[in-house]
Nanobody, 124 residues
Framework: QVQLVESGGGLVQAGGSLRLSCVAS????????MGWFRQAPGKEREFVAA????????YYTDSVKGRFTISRDNAKNTVDLQMNSLKPEDTAGYYC?????????????????WGQGTQVTVSS
């Protein structure tokens, strides 16, 4: 059984930074791409960033490029999301997800396991 646990969310002023972490337990982490998604109240869940199994490829949605950085440590079974220059529109619940199937990393239906999420609130 795979479990994903996120941490690091909180309240920050616009322009500030937060670092989200996700710890994976169970089998298959090192064989899986990992992604971060977010969902704001009243909106659909959207792709934020993803990283390949060995970390050599990363993907970002346009709105976070240059501000967010995804990284992973396969020795520790962790994937992090460093978020800089935060904006009020980044406010959302952020979810870590694990994907073993091939396909576009931005497609949430390809992810097999999800964490419970961590809330990020950016004040103006």
């Amino acid at each position: 059984q795979v479990q994903l646990v996120e941490s690091g969310g909180g309240l920050v002023q616009a322009g500030g930074s937060l670092r989200l972490s996700c710890v994976a337990s169970g089998r298959g982490y090192s064989l899986s791409s990992m992604g971060w998604f977010r969902q704001a109240p009243g909106k659909e869940r959207e792709f934020v960033a993803a990283i390949s199994t060995n970390g050599d490829a990363t993907y970002y949605t346009d709105s976070v490029k240059g501000r967010f950085t995804i990284s992973r440590d396969n020795a520790k079974n962790t994937v992090d999301l460093q978020m800089n220059s935060l904006k009020p529109e980044d406010t959302a619940g952020y979810y870590c997800a694990q994907k073993r199937r091939s396909g576009n990393a931005a497609y949430s239906y390809l992810y097999d396991y999800w964490g419970q999420g961590t809330q990020v609130t950016v004040s103006s």
